[in-house]
């Protein structure tokens, strides 16, 4: 069974570009969930979803970072413009239920540089 | 808010020796907790869980060890091999999320 995937791995934008990240998570997950992680630090949640529906956006910085999970499945995380502050490892993970008390699935993250 | 942290960031040992990671948490509704292992350039990886209803559960190799009067998380890996090279992160399981600690670095020397 495939796990969570990610892509791209790595991507190098120049600041106040746009760009994008996707996840499809493991089949059958209802729940989606994107972290920030910065070097040396553990991963920090931005945004949580419920099949398509965004049930805990409170972390995700909603002047530049946008997401969407459109059909319940895969889900694409935006940011525009990227700031140099950005530069750092997004995960995508999923897990069967709602969240909380279960383990997560890791994708292996998209590694973004910022220059 | 919640807060997870680990007491010791790096941790080297000799390979064949027993490590302990530590971790301690701040809230205490949290009735789930777990702890991941991380590679460089991979995502984390699932080690071994807990909930607040035991103060011990085993896995191979590791053992989570739970103390709820002082909030307080380990992780033993026994006879520690060069593969367990990695960054351990331990979370607390609360308001439908995850929220990770800082990691330790184990190094393993052969």
């Known amino acids: 069974e495939a796990g969570v995937v990610q892509s791209p791995r790595y991507k190098i934008i120049e600041k106040k570009q746009p760009v994008a990240f996707w996840c499809n998570p493991i089949s059958g997950h209802n729940t989606l969930y994107w972290y920030l992680q910065n070097l040396g630090q553990g991963p920090e949640l931005l945004i949580r979803?419920?099949?398509?529906?965004?049930?805990?956006d409170s972390q995700l910085p909603k002047d530049r970072f946008s997401a969407e999970r459109l059909k319940g499945v895969d889900s694409t995380l935006k940011i525009q413009p990227a700031e140099l502050g950005d530069s750092a490892v997004y995960l995508c993970?999923?897990?069967?239920?709602?969240?909380?008390?279960?383990?997560?699935?890791f994708g292996s993250g998209t590694q973004l540089s910022v220059l | 808010g919640e807060n997870v942290g680990l007491h010791l960031p790096t941790l080297s040992v000799q390979e064949g020796d027993n490590s302990i990671i530590n971790c301690a948490y701040s809230?205490?509704?949290?009735?789930?907790f777990i702890w991941y292992k991380q590679e460089s350039g991979k995502g984390p990886q699932f080690i071994i869980d807990?909930?607040?209803?035991?103060d011990k559960r085993q896995g191979q190799r590791v053992t989570v060890l739970l103390n709820k009067t002082v909030k307080h998380l380990s992780l033993q890996i026994a006879a520690t091999q060069p593969g367990d090279s990695a960054v351990y992160f331990c979370a607390q399981g609360s308001n439908y999320k995850l929220t990770f600690g800082k990691g330790t670095l184990l190094t393993v020397n052969p």
């Open positions: 809230n205490s509704a949290s009735d789930y």
């Open positions: 807990i909930r607040s209803n035991m």
């Open positions: 993970a999923s897990s069967l239920g709602t969240g909380g008390d279960e383990k997560l699935f």
């Open positions: 979803y419920e099949n398509e529906e965004a049930v805990d």
